[in-house]
């Protein structure tokens, strides 16, 4: 593997074709999987779904690919409208969260699988098995068969057979949720590099935000079948649009605070304020008197477990000081990390951070 997926500017080499969604649904009877969802995937492009188990996550993928009939909207992919498409004229290729490997079969015969069922010529076959054979990492396994093969090793053997096929588009569901963490770390910077090798346009589905956030263009959240954000990580990290994505991605989750929770701001009480632990710290009559409530020693910092108002919230403080549970401290933390939510609409309020955070400090 050659490319570097955290190569600043690096760009996909335009293989891919772009994914529309327009007001897409699903729903058995009363029960709503996905609701009136619409999304642009740019073309060679990598979009990660993210969002909790039963969010809409896999069955968006599963219409995207054909799998699952759309019950209102359409989905176009290339500009084309195939919504009444079956899977096979999709010009797609798919990675499950199990690897479907043929036991019977070795690395190589699983790889061109899909290749001899399209009849395709014995020597374009050898041609690119040997090419995706390379970009893998796989020459010194084609012989082997699935069960003499690592986790890692199997995952692999279903890429090179997704990708084998040369198609526009891949679409993968929770592919690295059966391997361990050291493998699924690995197997992400492979994954990113290779998409962006490539040049295919990849739709990716994860409950996992680390996954999310390390690998995509641009992240889709999604809330009860419903689209809550689409943003790049830095964005949706940085900028969450509802406290719903604010607490969903960054670990630990960025803490909300009912506004009255703060005296100077007891006649604000229809907004929440944001803050994630990291981004408060200690300062002597800081605008927040809280006091500890827990420890967790993490090594160079500790998470401290504290209440004001009422209102719990964690915060990341230095592992150099000791913290005793009851103990009061005073934070403080800059106006630029300040997130503010309307607490009837739940949309942020950016038109709010300056003013909020200006009190806060004064």
């Known amino acids: 593997m050659t490319s570097d997926p955290h190569i600043p500017g690096a760009k996909p080499s335009g293989a891919g074709k772009p994914i529309v969604l327009e007001t897409v649904s699903r729903a058995w009877g009363e029960t709503v999987a996905v609701d009136g969802l619409s999304i642009d995937i740019p073309a060679g492009s990598f979009t990660a779904l993210l969002g909790p188990s039963g969010c809409g996550k896999s069955t968006t993928l599963r219409m995207i690919a054909g799998l699952e009939n759309v019950s209102s909207g359409r989905?176009?992919?290339?500009?084309?409208?195939?919504?009444?498409?079956?899977?096979?004229k999709r010009d797609l290729a798919m990675v499950f969260q199990s690897y479907a490997l043929f036991p019977h079969l070795n690395v190589g015969e699983n790889i061109i699988f899909g290749l001899k069922v399209r009849r395709v010529g014995r020597a374009e076959r050898d041609r690119r098995l040997a090419r995706v054979a390379d970009l893998l990492g796989l020459g010194?396994?084609?012989?082997?068969?699935?069960?003499?093969?690592?986790?890692?090793?199997?995952q692999r053997v279903a890429l090179g057979r997704a990708i084998i096929g040369e198609k526009p588009i891949c679409l993968m569901d929770e592919p690295l949720s059966n391997l361990d963490a050291k493998l699924r770390h690995e197997m992400r910077v492979e994954i990113?590099?290779?998409?962006?090798?490539?040049?295919?346009?990849?739709?990716?589905?994860?409950?996992?935000q680390v996954e999310a956030i390390t690998m995509a263009d641009q992240v889709v959240l999604l809330n009860g079948g419903r689209l809550e954000q689409v943003a790049s990580p830095r964005d949706?990290?940085?900028?969450?649009?509802?406290?719903?994505?604010?607490?969903?991605?960054?670990t630990p989750p960025m803490n909300l605070f009912p506004a009255n929770a703060f005296r100077k701001l007891c006649t604000a009480p229809d907004f929440k304020l944001g803050l994630r632990p990291e981004a408060m710290h200690l300062e002597d009559g800081g605008p927040v008197n809280a006091s500890v409530r827990a420890v967790e020693y993490l090594g160079a910092d500790v998470l401290a477990d504290c209440e004001v108002?009422?209102?719990?919230?964690?915060?990341?403080?230095?592992a150099s000081r000791a913290f005793t549970p009851g103990q009061s401290v005073q934070l403080g933390f800059s106006p630029d990390d300040?997130?503010?939510?309307?607490?009837?609409?739940?949309?942020?309020?950016?038109?709010?951070?300056?003013?909020?955070?200006?009190?806060l400090r004064s």
């Open 309 to 318: 108002a009422g209102t719990g919230f964690q915060v990341r403080l230095p």
């Open 236 to 250: 949706l990290y940085e900028k969450p649009a509802t406290p719903f994505a604010a607490r969903f991605i960054g």
């Open 140 to 154: 010194q396994l084609l012989e082997r068969k699935p069960g003499q093969l690592s986790g890692g090793q199997q």
């Open 75 to 88: 989905i176009l992919i290339g500009g084309e409208d195939v919504t009444g498409r079956p899977s096979a």
């Open 338 to 359: 300040l997130h503010v939510f309307d607490a009837d609409t739940g949309r942020r309020r950016d038109d709010l951070i300056s003013e909020f955070g200006a009190l």
């Open 192 to 208: 990113r590099a290779l998409q962006q090798q490539l040049g295919f346009t990849m739709v990716y589905v994860t409950h996992d």
